[in-house]
């Protein structure tokens, strides 16, 4: 089924690549998988070939992310120190941290700031020593809180691990969405970043909610006339050149909660032929972010979409999760590779 053709079945392909747990394994290799959210990375990494088992504070998300994946997910605050599992051996430990913005140098506040999920994200590498840790975080990470970027790369290295990092973004692994993510890879195996598809087989978002059931009663959210009157005033003066109407022959925009679900200037919403403009519909805001059919949200509406929103996007997690299944199964590195790569990693800044 080629992504150009008219038989190109989006909905079908998330059913075949992410497909809906029958059982629990607990044979296959485990990722612990910290500030989990409803369990995009998850989903990914399970279909990669990984047991999972999530770490959330969120008691909607984490009830998603447990009705739907074969690993369950702890509901609790993360913190330095903890014991998070202890009958299991630990491969590996994935996440998306938050990042609360400041300076480390000087304060070194990281370490105290209870908001900052990184501590215990390291923590948990001293305590497990996994033979691959994996983060995923925004790209502004490279920019605005770039002393802490090289201060966590640092911590990670002085565990004994050669850290790889790069841009990647989703829409060149299946997903229809520009979505740019920073993953830092920590890794005592020789690792290499899932290769991204050619730019021809990129899925629009026509593609992607071609066949999207509305469910019974669930209305749509059309815009008001005064929101109408504030996206014009908001596209006028920020010169916008692209509106913001999701265009059907193209990959969407980045989805984030606050553009699937508020009523800002910039959210993500559809043009009737009759010119009003609605907004996505909770399973339209999981396709854009390749979440098969099968997946269900659990909480009020406003929590679904900060989960969907929040979430790493599966398809992208699980080219992630490939490769780590991958790096897996190779022999570990010497100590001097891992500090030859990491020279390599301070001066070459490789961007894919
Ligand atoms: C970016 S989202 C993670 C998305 C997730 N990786 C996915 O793919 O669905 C970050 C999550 O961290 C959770 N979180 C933030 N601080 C936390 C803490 N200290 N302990 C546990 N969870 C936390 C938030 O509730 C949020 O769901």
Redesign the pocket.
């Known amino acids: 089924m080629h992504r150009d053709s008219d038989e190109f079945d989006y909905a079908s392909l998330l059913q075949a690549e992410l497909p809906k747990p029958t059982d629990t394994h607990s044979q296959r290799p485990l990722a612990l ?11 990914g990494f399970e279909a990669a070939g990984f047991d999972t088992i999530g ?4 008691s909607d ?1 984490c009830l998603t992310y447990s009705s739907n994946l074969a690993g369950k997910c702890h509901q ?4 330095p120190g903890l014991e998070l599992v202890s009958d299991r051996h630990v491969d590996i430990i994935v ?4 990042c609360q913005p400041f300076s480390v140098v000087g304060s070194q506040r990281g370490k105290q700031d ?2 900052d ?1 990184f501590p ?1 994200f390291l923590s948990a590498m001293r305590r497990y020593e996994p033979k691959l840790a994996i983060f ?1 975080n925004v790209r502004g990470m490279l920019y605005r809180n770039r002393e802490y970027f090289e201060f966590i790369r640092a911590e990670m290295r002085d565990l004994g691990y050669a850290v790889s990092w790069r841009l990647l973004n989703a829409v060149n692994f299946g997903v229809p969405q520009n979505r740019e993510r920073l993953v830092v890879v920590a890794h005592r195996k020789e690792w290499k970043f899932p290769a991204p598809n050619s730019s021809h087989s990129q899925v629009t978002v026509g593609q992607a909610l071609a066949g999207v059931v509305i469910l019974d009663g669930e209305p749509f959210r059309f815009l008001t006339e005064s929101m109408d009157k504030y996206v014009a005033t908001y596209e006028a003066k920020s010169k916008c050149i692209n509106p913001r109407d999701l265009s059907m022959d193209r990959p969407s925009r980045t989805v984030t909660c606050r553009n699937l679900s508020a009523a800002t200037a910039d959210m993500l919403r559809i043009k009737m032929s009759d010119g009003k403009r609605r907004m996505l519909t909770e399973r339209e805001g999981a396709r854009l972010q390749s979440f098969p059919d099968w997946f269900i949200f659990c909480g009020p509406e406003s929590k679904k979409f ?2 969907i929103g ?3 996007a ?1 398809l992208f ?1 699980k080219a992630i999760g490939q490769s780590a299944m991958k790096a897996l199964s190779l022999p570990d590195l010497s100590d001097g590779r891992i500090r030859q790569l990491n020279e390599l990693d301070e001066q070459i800044r490789l961007y894919a």
């Open positions: 998988d910290l500030f989990a959210g409803c369990g995009g990375l998850a989903l770490f959330e504070m969120d998300a609790l605050f993360l913190k996440g998306g941290p938050p209870d908001r999920g215990a995923e900060e989960q929040n979430a790493v599966p997690a």
